[in-house]
């Protein structure tokens, strides 16, 4: 059980906060930092270009992109939230304006969940009794809206940690002294770094962390292929 269901420790957990989960940008940002990355790696590589090339647009690519993705994310979790703001005022405005009406917009949401009779209507009053639960309610069963508001700044840290940490594997072997074939090293890496990102992401699934680490490692697998084969078809121009 992934936890305790005791009248105790079901009222502990339930009176906390709603917890928020920055899982997503941490997975959205790892993958893109390993595909672009490694891209560039396979890109140039494929060009038959020199290894100082590689390291140079990978470094970049690690500092600009991922900047770009952090900030990309912070600027669509920030309109989320603030989205979030807008419906909470319109709603307290409509209390204020027309609570009779939003009173039957409460009893038909509760309605159509099952609730009827005298059970309904004591729903409706315990709900209607507190603004703040009023709103709250309104925001979840109207708009289908998370209880818990994203932080922006968390969101866009998450993405770009996760690119930077992620997208710096490929470059690994150009990084160190001389190595024999640092691309098929790199390739390596990055697969081993695809299928670790998917394996975690199992932990928030129902699916085995086999199959995530394996769906992942295709996925990412198929990018870095793509990159290596236009930067070779594309090496007679360079």
């Known amino acids: 059980m992934e936890h305790d269901h005791s009248r105790e420790a079901i009222h502990a957990r339930l009176s906390e906060s ?107 009053d315990v709900i209607t009794a507190d603004e703040e639960r009023w709103v709250a309610a309104m925001l979840t069963e109207e708009y289908g809206l998370p209880a818990a508001v994203r932080s922006p700044w968390l969101a866009g840290l998450a993405t770009f940690c996760a690119f930077f940490v992620c997208g710096a594997v490929p470059l690994i072997p150009f990084l160190l002294p001389p190595l024999d074939h640092p691309l098929a090293i790199s390739a390596v890496l990055t697969g081993v770094t695809f299928f670790a990102i998917g394996a975690v992401r199992s932990r928030w699934s129902v699916q085995r962390w086999w199959s995530a680490g394996c769906e992942t490692l295709v996925i990412g697998g198929a990018a870095a292929a793509i990159a290596y084969v236009i930067g070779w078809a594309l090496s007679d121009f360079v």
Do not use: C
């Open 18 to 124: 709603p917890q928020t989960n920055y899982l997503r940008d941490w997975i959205y940002g790892g993958i893109d930092g390993t595909v672009t990355t490694f891209a560039v790696v396979a890109g140039v590589a494929g060009a038959k270009l020199s290894p100082q090339v590689i390291i140079v647009l990978g470094i970049a690519n690690l500092i600009a992109d991922g900047f770009s993705m952090a900030a990309g994310n912070y600027s669509g979790t920030r309109s989320e939230a603030e989205d979030v703001h807008r419906l909470r005022e319109v709603e307290r405005r409509h209390i204020q304006l027309e609570p009779a009406g939003e009173r039957e917009e409460i009893r038909e949401l509760y309605r159509q969940k099952g609730f009827e009779g005298p059970l309904l209507e004591e729903v409706v």
